[in-house]
């Protein structure tokens, strides 16, 4: 069943939402806003700790107590977790999944010593891809030579569960996602890909839809518009795309 | 009634404990053999991989509790992992042997996919009157190792099905033994039923 996921970032126990990375405002309560999203079926929410990701703070283990003690929708939780120790309070305070992107970059052992405590399907490994010369790279490789895709499979290989794709240079632009790219990825992996970037009208989930992909993670479409997560499925749902309802 | 969560340290322990938190519960976390012995009914947590769980058990006397409390006959749900620890052999990240009280191996998914992971509809065996409303209702699915049963009369304690790579036996219920392969504390309004099923189960122990 195709999934929608609501993707949130949390900053000074607040939402907030940003374009390309920066220009933050304020997007409400983390605990109000999940469980609205949860009373409109979101499948899953993905909640990344901005401050933590952004100046290495802790990350927001209460904020994320909060929302398990109200919510009974399946979470992953992210931002700057870049040791098994923190992954473990994250993992027994409320997320089911731990969100890992640029450590895994430095350290793929991690994966194993996260794995073998709480299992591979508890892991989602990120990658932030980036347009430059009309060739996509990896945000944190300085020497832009690393096949994204490549780096993808070793990954999987390496035993995460599941595979999330951020295009940045789309991040709240609505232009739609990069769909070529992305059939290339899913075409190589044997994991779930979830997919962010650029999905901001109703069409383009549905040109995600067609091409195969099985999971998106929403912002704008979400936190900054009135489009209702039953309102989307709706539509998808008469589009005859399978989706939870 | 008194019910308890077994912590394997590993587990989504606050995301379960604060569901049934929610129904109504003060649920009491137990990591050491004494408590168990005032527990009505025990809920077992999953997300944890299979040795480590295991090891964790054997090495704090849980298992042998566990196993005295299945043969008291008091109602036991496994979720997940802990559905999964009730078979006789698991192969994650090694071989090790579980209760051996459902005939069946726990096995990892070996075609295209590697996980399931989720909303999958349940497909419910119509003879059991109680679990007929959770028929053709989703829940959450995050797992990439399912039970497969051995070929012997333990296959009739499948009760609920879902269709992935394989066909994954997603709700067992042998005597006083409940287990889901899904996350009832993750699967919103249905999860919900399910767990108030098992909180009001009264086990019939022939069946």
């Given at each position: 069943?195709?999934?929608?996921i609501?993707s ?128 996509y ?43 070529d ?24 989930l ?40 | ?7 394997y ?39 944890g ?99 497969k ?16 790579e ?37 086990p019939?122990?022939?069946?």
């Amino acid at each position: 069943m195709f999934r929608i996921i609501p993707s949130l970032l949390l900053s000074n126990k607040k939402l907030v939402k940003g374009k390309n990375f920066s220009n933050y405002i304020n997007a409400g309560n983390p605990v109000a806003t999940i469980s609205a999203l949860e009373h409109q079926t979101a499948d899953e929410i993905l909640l990344i700790d901005l401050d933590a990701y952004k100046l290495k703070t802790e990350p927001d283990i209460n904020t994320l107590k909060k929302i398990a003690e109200i919510s009974s929708t399946p979470i992953t939780f992210g931002g700057g977790v870049d040791n098994f120790k923190l992954s473990k309070r994250i993992l027994t305070n409320g997320a089911d999944k731990v969100y890992i992107n640029t450590a895994l970059f430095h350290n793929k052992g991690l994966i194993d010593e996260i794995a073998l405590c709480f299992g591979n399907q508890s892991i989602v490994g990120g990658i932030n891809l980036i347009k430059k010369n009309n060739k996509y790279i990896l945000a944190e490789d300085k020497s832009q030579k690393i096949n994204p895709i490549h780096y993808a499979k070793e990954l999987e290989n390496r035993g995460i569960g599941e595979l999330k794709v951020t295009y940045v240079n789309l991040e709240g632009t609505k232009l739609g996602l990069e769909l070529d790219y992305s059939k290339k990825i899913l075409y190589e992996m044997n994991i779930p890909v979830i997919f962010e970037g650029g999905i901001g009208k109703l069409e383009h989930l549905l040109e995600c839809y067609k091409i195969n992909i099985s999971s998106v993670a929403l912002g704008t479409l979400i936190i900054f518009s009135d489009y209702h997560i039953i309102k989307i499925k709706q539509y998808l749902k008469n589009e005859n795309c399978v989706v939870r309802i | 009634m008194k019910i308890g969560i077994i912590n394997y340290n590993a587990c989504n322990l606050a995301s379960i404990y604060f569901s049934l938190y929610r129904l109504g519960y003060d649920p009491i976390l137990i990591n050491n053999k004494n408590k168990i012995k005032k527990i009505d009914k025990l809920i077992i947590p999953g997300v944890g991989a299979a040795k480590s769980c295991l090891d964790y058990l054997k090495e704090n006397s849980l298992f042998d509790e566990i196993k005295i409390f299945l043969k008291s006959g008091k109602p036991i749900l496994g979720i997940c992992l802990g559905l999964q620890i009730f078979s006789k052999k698991l192969h994650e990240h090694g071989i090790s042997q579980g209760f051996g009280f459902i005939d069946a191996e726990v096995v990892p998914f070996k075609k295209r996919k590697k996980f399931n992971i989720g909303w999958s509809i349940l497909k419910v065996n119509e003879d059991l009157d109680f679990i007929k409303p959770f028929s053709e209702k989703s829940f959450y699915f995050c797992h990439s190792f399912y039970l497969k049963f051995n070929d012997s009369l333990d296959k009739k304690y499948c009760k609920g099905i879902i269709d992935f790579e394989e066909v994954v036996p997603s709700l067992i219920i042998k005597k006083n033994f409940m287990g889901v392969q899904f996350h009832p504390e993750k699967s919103q309004r249905n999860g919900n039923k399910l767990l108030k099923l098992f909180l009001n189960w009264k086990p019939k122990l022939n069946v």
